[in-house]
């Protein structure tokens, strides 16, 4: 199995630049949203009563609770929870010391202070993106900072980073799932980047310029949309690197659209970190392999990979009716496939998707625990590494169990009360701009 280390800090990296823009960009707003003459003041959360903290803190999880036993304002202990996530984020990014599971245990703790209290304002994809991110990333941090002895791969290391993966997976799947599920016609129809640029949430300046390209050129970045978001990561679940790379390119080509034409805040960061799991250190520096192992890379790249992106490509062209035309110069697109038929499918992806993870992670339980078992120490070595293997074995289990009721629901045995289909080919609106997409609104 590939090493895994450097990915793992570079992925902690990431989170913490995540975390500095999340806490620094609150502290210079928390007066004007959260102060006693803010937007939503947040006094009437916190409310001054004869309860412990710990009854407090059951009835809403915050740090806050602190503020009425030190005699503050609870915006301006808010502020002190902003300053000192701004500054241990800071040390996380600058110090790999700073990157143990005490330190993005404390981040985690304080963002969901501020998270529980935050109100409208704290309620967007990315805030909960970062909680579930920021409690994984306890799991995923080296223990070894917190001892001073110099960090070093373990063979549970690719356990705890595949979780982060299947968060992925999880999150671009989902986006694009729902899109379709939820019948709108301006996905249906192909249509949603004509009204997307004008109806976001905070445009950039090229934002106009997108929303001027050629309609033909909006409606293929729809198709592309669907397939970054769709087809591409369920290559995240296979165990071919060529595959996992081209998918990695895929998701960071859409990220870079995403963030070009709109402003979501970190969320572009969160997602870039998201995907660097599902590179190993191969991707990201040089090492030496055996024989076998450059036997079985140039047979990925040479027969696996390519008969791949030739399905990829056939059922692309097939499922959305692309056609080129020479005069004029354009791609004419359309969806080709029903409602019904679409619900058919995701009925049998998501099955097939959860039982791919639970391989997968089976496998890394299985490769950790050899690993654990033959590597070169002693006895006493071998027992306390097979023993931390079967630990984060069953943690890394458990959270993935958590998952499966909130991804599942994607399925249309989940669903009730959907809106009415489209005609096939998703023609039922034509290409007038008929409003902003109600679903994934205001998410890329």
Avoid at 35 to 51: C, E, F, M, Q, W
Avoid at 64 to 89: E, F, K, Q, R, Y
Avoid at 316 to 341: A, C, G, K
Avoid at 372 to 390: D, E, R, Y
């Amino acid at each position: 199995m590939a090493k895994v280390h450097v990915t793992i800090q570079v992925v902690l990296w990431l989170l913490s630049v995540a975390y500095l823009s999340a806490f620094l960009s609150l502290f210079f707003q928390v007066p004007g949203l959260y102060g006693p003459k803010g937007v939503t003041p947040i006094h009437p959360y916190l409310p001054l009563n004869s309860h412990s903290f710990l009854s407090n803190w059951l009835s809403r999880p915050t740090l806050l609770w602190l503020s009425n036993t030190a005699g503050i304002d609870p915006s301006s202990g808010m502020l002190v929870l902003c300053l000192v996530g701004s500054v241990l984020s800071f040390c996380t990014l600058i110090y790999p010391l700073f990157r143990s599971p005490l330190s993005y245990f404390i981040l985690y703790l304080l963002y969901l202070s501020v998270h529980n209290v935050g109100g409208v304002f704290l309620w967007f994809q990315w805030d909960a993106l970062l909680l579930e991110f920021g409690a994984l990333a306890v799991f995923l941090a080296p223990i070894e900072p917190l001892f001073l002895i110099p960090s070093c791969p373990r063979p549970w290391d690719s356990l705890k980073l595949w979780l982060i993966r299947w968060l992925a997976f999880r999150l671009i799947f989902s986006s694009g799932v729902v899109k379709l599920n939820a019948g709108c016609p301006t996905w249906w129809g192909l249509t949603a980047l004509q009204v997307h640029f004008e109806s976001q949430c905070i445009p950039t300046q090229l934002s106009w310029y997108l929303h001027q390209l050629p309609v033909w050129t909006l409606r293929l970045s729809v198709v592309f949309t669907f397939f970054a978001e769709i087809a591409a990561p369920l290559l995240f679940l296979l165990p071919s690197r060529s595959l996992r790379l081209i998918a990695f390119l895929t998701q960071a080509q859409l990220l870079f659209g995403i963030n070009t034409g709109g402003n979501y805040n970190f969320f572009g960061i969160l997602s870039l970190a998201a995907l660097i799991t599902v590179l190993d250190d191969d991707c990201l520096s040089y090492s030496k392999k055996g024989r076998l192992h450059r036997f079985l890379t140039r047979l990925d790249l040479v027969v696996v990979t390519p008969l791949v992106l030739a399905a990829y490509a056939y059922y692309t062209v097939q499922l959305f009716n692309l056609r080129l035309s020479i005069r004029p110069l354009e791609v004419t697109s359309s969806v080709n496939f029903s409602q019904d038929e679409w619900d058919s499918w995701v009925a049998w992806a998501v099955p097939w998707t959860v039982w791919s993870g639970v391989a997968w992670l089976l496998y890394q339980m299985a490769h950790a625990l050899l690993s654990s078992l033959t590597q070169p120490q002693g006895v006493i070595g071998k027992l306390t590494s097979t023993l931390a293997t079967c630990v984060y074995s069953v943690l890394a289990l458990f959270l993935f169990l958590n998952t499966l009721p909130s991804y599942t629901q994607i399925s249309p045995s989940f669903r009730s009360g959907r809106p009415p289909p489209p005609r096939r080919g998703g023609r039922a609106r034509g290409d007038k701009k008929e409003g902003t997409p109600t679903a994934e609104r205001q998410t890329p």
